[in-house]
């Protein structure tokens, strides 16, 4: 099994499966969105946050470490007016606008990403973000083991794959159709068994919920 050595939030790897080796990205209607979703999926790792439905409600907003979570934290009080109030997940993700771009920042600050800058006719700002190709490789890899089944489920990995599904991402990375079933499968909580826990499981239901946001090749 190829290793992915894992350093990052669950938005980083988002962000890390959408760089394409040339510097450009796979982009969708709103590739911020996407990433804010992510964004929901790692504190539900943590344990920050609660969902019931599309609700979600933070319920520990202490310091993370994280300079973009703790900057998350004081937008969602913000947001709910106050600290016990849960707000729409479909709300909350429209609205964090510039998302995207800061995990990418975060990729850079750890080398995975290689800024490159250039203009475009000169003049308009059009640089490219090389991935290190190891690194988003073995990441890749985890998830082609897991869709064939080579590879047992776990909490980020269930998330990892609702995104990667959810997205459109399943048909632009070199799935067969029965990995991009099994990935389906893990989206909608089908046979997960053991794997996950009632608020993985939730945020799997939430994420699943939202309207996809189809990513397509450009960038």
């Known amino acids: 099994m190829a290793e992915f050595p894992n350093p990052l939030a669950l938005p980083d790897e ?9 510097g450009t990205y796979f982009v969708s209607a709103n590739p911020n969105t996407a990433t804010a979703a992510a964004e929901i999926g790692e504190l539900v790792l943590r344990d920050r946050v609660e969902l019931t439905g599309t609700a979600v409600r933070l319920v520990d907003s202490g310091a993370s470490g994280l300079p973009w979570m703790d900057r998350l934290f004081e937008d969602f009080r913000q947001r709910a007016g106050r600290p016990d109030r849960p707000i729409d997940l479909s709300w909350w993700l429209a609205g964090r606008t510039g998302t995207f771009a800061t995990h990418r920042q975060v990729l850079v600050e750890h080398g995975i990403l290689r800024r ?6 000169g003049v308009l700002p059009d640089d490219r973000y090389h991935p290190d190709r190891g690194v988003r490789g073995a990441l890749l890899a985890e998830l082609h083991e897991l869709a064939a089944g080579r590879r047992p489920v776990d909490e980020r990995l269930a998330l990892l794959s609702a995104l990667t599904y959810r997205s ?21 909580t089908e046979d997960l068994g053991d794997a996950v826990g009632a608020a993985v499981a939730a945020a799997l239901v939430a994420i699943t919920a939202v309207p996809a946001i189809i990513a397509v090749a450009g960038g």
């Open 14 to 22: 988002f962000v890390l499966l959408l760089h394409k080796g040339n």
């Open 116 to 121: 490159e800058r250039r203009k475009f006719l």
């Open 168 to 188: 459109g991402l399943v048909y632009l990375l070199d799935f067969d159709r029965a990995q991009r079933n099994r990935l389906k499968s893990i989206a909608e």
